[in-house]
């Protein structure tokens, strides 16, 4: 996919982040910043000439490779807490944090995946970095002692994650076949 055609669909046409990277690789295969909310001082309709007493700000990191999560954690608060002028103060809530996940690209488990849901599909699956921090998987790879296999259904137009987001009913059902094809690979 090209850049163009990926911001487009958004109304962007210049790429943030990373010099010298590919939109693709920043969306799959690189870290992440992200301000999800911020707010503070009046909220209401209109107009206030007033300086906020408290803002507050909810963030949130997707790890890649073998990044810590307390490490980078840390590493947030301590940036924060040292642009903080001196007569003024912070405050951190923790929630959640867990490793991310890769699977090496020559990963039999994907490669058997990929082959089982391109006999369910009418085009062949393709392979995405994507999901990798999901903060589930970690754990699950790392209770299970085992790789963890994402695979996601969605199209590009179900707005995840959004207010308006939607799933498609065929993509449901085609996922419940695609994964007793992958099971069954799996297991053979």
Same mark, same amino acid.
């Given at each position: 996919?090209? @850049?163009?055609?990926?911001?487009?669909?958004?109304?962007?046409? $210049?790429?943030?982040?990373?010099?010298?990277?590919?939109?693709?690789?920043? @969306?799959?295969?690189?870290?992440?910043?992200?301000?999800?909310?911020?707010?503070?001082?009046?909220?209401?309709?209109?107009?206030? @000439?007033?300086?906020?007493?408290?803002?507050?700000?909810?963030?949130?990191?997707?790890?890649?490779?073998?990044?810590?999560?307390?490490?980078? +954690?840390?590493?947030?608060?301590?940036?924060?807490?040292?642009? /903080?002028?001196?007569?003024?103060?912070?405050?951190?809530?923790?929630?959640?944090?867990?490793?991310?996940?890769?699977?090496?690209?020559?990963?039999?488990?994907?490669?058997?995946?990929? @082959?089982?849901?391109?006999?369910?599909?009418?085009?062949?699956?393709?392979? /995405?970095?994507?999901?990798?921090?999901?903060? /589930?998987?970690?754990?699950?790879?790392?209770?299970?002692?085992?790789?963890?296999?994402?695979?996601?259904?969605?199209?590009?137009?179900?707005?995840?994650?959004?207010?308006?987001?939607?799933?498609?009913?065929?993509?449901?059902?085609?996922? $419940? +076949?695609?994964?007793? +094809? $992958?099971?069954?690979?799996?297991?053979?």
């Amino acid at each position: 996919m090209t @850049t163009e055609k990926f911001l487009g669909e958004i109304g962007l046409s $210049i790429p943030s982040g990373e010099k010298g990277r590919s939109v693709m690789e920043l @969306t799959w295969a690189r870290p992440t910043a992200e301000v999800n909310g911020i707010w503070g001082g009046y909220t209401g309709e209109g107009f206030k @000439t007033v300086i906020a007493a408290q803002a507050s700000a909810k963030v949130s990191f997707r790890l890649v490779g073998a990044q810590n999560p307390e490490k980078i +954690r840390a590493a947030f608060r301590a940036y924060v807490t040292s642009k /903080i002028p001196a007569d003024c103060s912070v405050e951190f809530h923790k929630h959640g944090g867990s490793p991310a996940i890769q699977l090496p690209y020559d990963s039999a488990l994907l490669n058997t995946a990929k @082959t089982a849901l391109s006999d369910e599909w009418p085009k062949p699956a393709v392979l /995405i970095g994507m999901g990798g921090s999901i903060p /589930i998987v970690g754990d699950f790879q790392k209770m299970l002692g085992m790789e963890s296999l994402l695979v996601g259904f969605g199209l590009s137009d179900d707005r995840i994650h959004s207010p308006n987001e939607k799933y498609e009913l065929q993509s449901f059902h085609k996922g $419940i +076949r695609s994964w007793i +094809r $992958i099971l069954d690979a799996l297991a053979a």
